[in-house]
Structure formats: structure tokens, C-alpha cells
């Protein structure tokens, strides 16, 4: 199966008024997208990930690059297919829940009955049905970013992009939105969605790309095993020579704890030797894991030198 | 259907507006204190009422024109509600044009509402209804539709809403005082002052040409051929406005 969406080599930057300084805010981004899959951005604020969302639903002009949707350039007619909601949706605060809904289900094109069955519908399935006569202005941050997802379903999008869906949430508002995201996986849904909360996106997503200093850094699977980055061996019985020649193989010194000693390894062909050695010094192997780090992990080793910078 | 959409939100919006309540009401007081001042004046009273409620009619929608036609632009962009409208398979034309109507549709129904009450004060000290103010009325709502153009196409341009506003004001004063543009074009002024003048006669709205007030007030007849003609100007001299304000909104950043 094809992918649903492609960014090309996007890239914006602006210049600034004053110093006519470039200032780029995304650099070169690359991104494919499998039909039905959860992908996370993350990253600190100010990383890029807004500016990428605004620039594919086309809020921003992108200074080079192309975003290609099922294949075509994604142009205003392509939009139909695509549900956004902007970071902190902000509504018009004189209309109730349900002029909302109706008025975006006007800009979908919706018309009749089809319009007034899918408010309807969404207005129940978002638990809006008790607000449906209030006024905007009345409802709470975690109804409000519960409208702006029925607005951003109306068309029953392909594609939905939410930015910070879980921003300003309580802990029962965030565990409604990833039981809500994880439910559109069902209905054929591709979501894309921000985040700086690392435990969002790993409790929904099925990759999850990292974005710092407005370059995507590094794209992690979240489902399977991944290839780990080291093994850890622990052995003992181990004779002078025999964990000599073990530290030759490792990534470095041994580590004792007791009569254990551990060693980290680099890959599989360094396991294969260091499990020989073992063997032939008639030493004991206690244990032999892979060692992967934590998204958190992954996350801070790009994030941290841009806080130095800052 | 989606402009359409546009157009009816944006007429909402103004309508739930309650600034929009307070100079309707001051306008109809206005026309009410006129009449009074009118009965009580010396000449003839009711060309009196009729000539200051017609400009009365005509300044207060410009009030509300300039307000409504700045702001809406800028508050959409300014509270972001426009993303979640550009998000959808919505052109930026199809969102200035939607503005553009909904916000006429407004002033129009305010003109219409302003005239109604001040048909009904004439005609309760003539003994009829004068239909030939409702001619005058007309007239300030073609006005109103230029300015509209006007304030959106300035908004698209201008980041801020006061300079847009300020400017949208000074192009009605300018547009009132076209008329005198021909005397400084003439061929015994400086080139320089006449390429000026020349310059911003085909620039400028000529909203002197809309204003039949007096006319109207004094019983002189409006010919049918010259409504045809400052109607067709009005409506060419905003599409071009129109087609302006897109381009220029269709090249604005979002950020």
C-alpha cells in the first residue's frame, strides 16, 4: 500500500524585518506516511512542529519542498479529505457548539440531511450532546479542544492533523483523546499529531518522529522490536585472560558486581565471539540482553545540545 | 455554498454585534432629534429633516462600514479562527468574497432599517411616504459597498486594524472630495500638481458622485440614466478592489 502522505525536502524560512537575517524555521524535512498509521512529532517548543503542520495543510507557503497527498500535490480541493486542528483551536465565540459544527460542515461542502446526521453523530460520539446550545465562550479548554476534533471529522477525513491535541488537557481529557486517536486507527484514519509529552505519544503512536532546531532529527518505530544498540552480558567464572580477551570484544571496560561481570556489547557479531570465549574458558554466562533505549532517551540526546545553544 | 457559508457567518457575527445596536440606535435618535429640531427651524422644515437624516443615514453606515469591514479581517487572523477555516477545501477568494457579501448584506439591512424609520417620521409630518429617500438610501448603500472593498482590501495590505481603519476613513473623505480633483487636473495648474491630481482621480472612489442627498431633499429629479451609471461604476470600481484584496490576501503568510 502506497503512502498517504509525502513531504519532500520541506523547508521554510523567512527573513527577518529588521536585520533582513534568514531565519529558517524547518530544514529540509522528509516524511512518508503509511495509510492508517499514528505518527508523533514531538519535540521542545519552538522545534518546528507547528510551522510543519501549518505548512501541509497549506496555512504556510513552504519556501521549497512539495507535500504530495495520495500521491497529487496538496491543493485546496485535496483538503476535503483532510481534518485539521490548529494548536489551541480558537472558535467563534457568538455561535453555540452546534452552529459550529454546522458552519464547518458548510465549508466541507456537506449539504441537508447528511450535514445534520453528522453533527449529530459527532456531536454524540465527543460526549457534546449536553453543550450542543452552548455558547462558545462558555465551555472549558478540554470541551472546546473536543469540538475542535468533531470539526476537524466532520468530512470523515483520510488524514487528520492535530496540533498539541493534548495541550491544556486534564489527566481523564488526555486518556479521552488517545482512546479517541487510537479509535480512528479503526475507522481507516491516518493521524498525524504534535506533542511535547513523550508519554502521549508513545502510549498511541506507531512511529514517532523527533524534530529539534527545525530539522527532523530522527524517526523511531514504536511497534515490534526494534534493533537494539547494544547487548549487555553478564558472566562469571571468568579467569584473567578469559575477560581480557571479553573487554577486547566490548564497548568497554568490564564492570564487576560481586562475582558477575559485565560487559556491553556492539552487535551480534561481538556477541557470537564473546559468547565463544566464554565457553572456552568454561566461564558461566548469568544473563544476555538487548539494550534499547527509551524514547526519552533518544529524545534528549537531539534536544539537549539545542538547549545548550539556547 | 462555501462562500455562501462565509457570508452568512460574517452577517451573523455583525448582527450578535452589540457596538452595532449602539449606533443603529444613535442614528435613529439622530433622525428622530432632526425632525424635532427640523419642525422648529426656519424655512422648510421638512427639507431640513429630510437632508440631515439622509447624511445622517449615510455617515453613521459608513461608522459601522469601516468598523465592521476592518475588524473582521483582523479578528479572524488575530484569533486564529481562520486556520480552522483555510484548513478546509476553502480558496482565500472564496473567504474574502464570503466577507465581502456577508458584510454588505449587513449594511444593507442596516440601511435598510435606518430608512424605514426615517420613511416613517417623514411621512408622519407630510401625510406620505416620499419613495424618492429611498432612492437616496440606495445610493449610500452602493457607497457602503465601495467602502467595504475598500476596508478589506486595506486590511489585506495593513497588519494593523488601526491604520486600516484610518485609512479606510481618509479614502471615504478623499472619495467625497474627488469632485474637486478635476479643478487641480486642470491645464492653468503646475504639471506636477496636475499629474497628482490626475492620478488620484482614477485612483480615488468618487463617492461625490453616489451622494444625491440634496437632490433628493430639494425634489430635484435624479435621472434613471445617471443611477444606471454610478451604480455600474460603483460595482466595477469594487470588483477591481475585490480582485485586489484577494491577490493581496492570497500572498499573506499565516504565521
Known sequence: MGSILEVKSLTKYVNDPWTFRRITLLDDLNLSLAHHEIFGLIGPNGAGKTTTLKLIVGLLRPS????????????VVARAAIGFLPEQPYFYDYLTVEETLTFFARLYGLSGADRRDRVLVLLRDLHLDAKRNAPMRT?????????????????RPRLLILDEPMSGLDPAGRAHMRDLIRGLRGVGTTVVFSSHVLPDAEAVCDRVGIIA?????????????????????????????????????????????????????PGRDAVRTAVDTVHSADGVIESLMPVRPSLEERFLAWVKPEARLD | MRTFAIALNTAREAIRNKLLYTILFFAVVVVAVAALFGSVSIGDPLKFVKDFSLMSVSLFGVAIAVMLGVS???????????YNILAKPVARWEFIVGKFLGLVATLTLVVALMTAALLAIVAAFEGRIDWTLALGAQMTALELMILVAVALFVSAVVVTPTIAGLVTAAAFVAGRCAGYLEYFGGPEQPLALRGIARGLYWVLPHLDRLNVANQVAYGDPVAASYVLTVAVYAFAYTGILLLLAIFMFSRRELV
Open chain 1, 64 to 75: 521549497r519542498g512539495t507535500v504530495l497527498f495520495e500521491g497529487s500535490p496538496l491543493d
Open chain 1, 213 to 265: 532546531g527545525g530539522k527532523l532529527r530522527e524517526i523511531v518505530s514504536l511497534q515490534g522490536e526494534a534493533e537494539p544498540d547494544a547487548y549487555l552480558l553478564s558472566v562469571r567464572r571468568m579467569t584473567a585472560e578469559a575477560l581480557a580477551a571479553l573487554q577486547r570484544v566490548a564497548m568497554g571496560p568490564a564492570a564487576a558486581n560481586g562475582e558477575i561481570w559485565s560487559v556491553r556489547l
Open chain 2, 72 to 82: 473582521m479581517l483582523h479578528k479572524e487572523i488575530g484569533r486564529k479562527t481562520i
Open chain 1, 139 to 155: 465551555l472549558s479548554k478540554g470541551t472546546l479542544q473536543r469540538v475542535g476534533i468533531a470539526q476537524a471529522m466532520l468530512a
